[in-house]
């Protein structure tokens, strides 16, 4: 597939809000990160269904989706930024327009059960997207200043990005040592391995993965990891990075179990690729956002994983 991008953002600029996975918990949540976006520059659309709720959806498949789209469609919206994760996003894939959305390509950010919109969006049409805050998750409240200057150099910038630092200089964990290049693909560990054999699943071959999640136990992560080493995934990726798994512990310690990082350890001994660990991504206020479908190196000799190109034009 080849690769797109959105123009960068400009103050000014007009960034539609929606939910296509769970509703915000609070609608004052909603608008204070508009305030937030506002007191930056930005003007702000909200979707028409984003208070919308239908069970642990925000609102019907047929109202999310219309939302994203009409996003899509209106030529004055430069980016669509998400409110939240928690699920849905799935139910709405076949419903998208992609064929709008390659026509006019636009910014698109978040992450966790965005993630499937996100591979989704490449798959059909190349486009970079940003997994990265969220409306109603960090950019209500006081966003933490390491997240907020990163994520917005990213969308803001038509410079090629270089090395992603990790929050407070926290080393990387080498797990497979070795410098790759490649595709960069992230999001959530769940979230990939449900578009698997589906016609919503990128190419991840010769690709750099990128990986986190929250609230799963080891024997769950461990299950995901071999349904991807079970599907030709991990044996063909240039390099593996685990992002923070959050609150993945056992559910029960007495029970005999594995821990997460002896699960982290046994596949990627089976990574042909280098592995690295320890990213400050996923879902803790203080990380890094990546860029979905850019060229990027994982160089283990220097410690870096690096953009080697810009992510908006």
């Known amino acids: 597939m080849e690769t797109i991008k959105a123009i960068r953002l400009q103050k000014g600029d007009t960034i539609g809000i929606v939910a296509p996975a769970s509703r915000v918990t609070s609608e004052d949540k909603v608008y204070k990160g508009v305030e937030y976006l506002e007191r930056l520059g930005y003007r702000v659309k909200l979707g028409k269904h984003i208070f919308d ?4 959806c925000a609102g019907r498949d047929e109202d999310r989706a219309a939302d994203f789209n009409e996003m899509i469609l209106d030529k004055t919206v430069k980016a669509i930024f998400t409110v939240r994760g928690g699920y849905g996003s799935l139910r709405i894939l076949p419903q998208i327009n992609y064929l709008a959305l390659r026509r006019n390509p636009k910014i698109i950010v978040g992450y966790s059960d965005i993630t499937a919109l996100q591979l989704a969006i490449y798959r059909k049409t190349g486009l970079v997207t940003f997994s990265g805050p969220m409306i109603g998750v960090e950019m209500w409240n006081e966003i933490d200043p390491f997240t907020e200057d990163q994520f917005w150099r990213m969308v803001t910038s038509a410079k090629k ?3 992603i630092p990790n929050p407070d200089n926290e080393p990387l964990t080498i797990l497979r040592s070795g410098k790759a290049e490649g595709k960069l693909f992230a999001g959530n560990l769940s979230l990939l391995v449900s578009l698997m054999g589906t016609s919503f699943f990128p190419s991840l071959r010769n690709a750099i993965l990128a990986i986190e999640d929250v609230d799963e136990a080891p024997h769950r992560i461990d299950r995901m990891l071999a349904q991807l080493l079970n599907g030709k995934i991990l044996a063909n990726l240039s390099a593996l990075i685990y992002g923070t798994f959050v609150s993945c512990e056992a559910d029960d310690e007495q029970e005999p179990r594995l821990t997460l990082e002896q699960v982290q ?19 803790m206020p203080r990380k890094v956002t990546l860029p979905i479908g850019v060229h990027s190196t994982v160089d283990t ?3 870096i994983i690096r ?3 810009s992510c908006v034009l």
């Open 53 to 56: 709720l239908y069970g642990y």
């Open 161 to 163: 990005i270089g090395v």
């Open 265 to 283: 350890k046994e596949y990627a001994e089976k990574v042909k690729g280098v592995v690295v660990g320890n990213l400050r991504y996923g879902h």
């Open 301 to 303: 000799k220097k410690e």
């Open 307 to 309: 953009i080697d190109e």
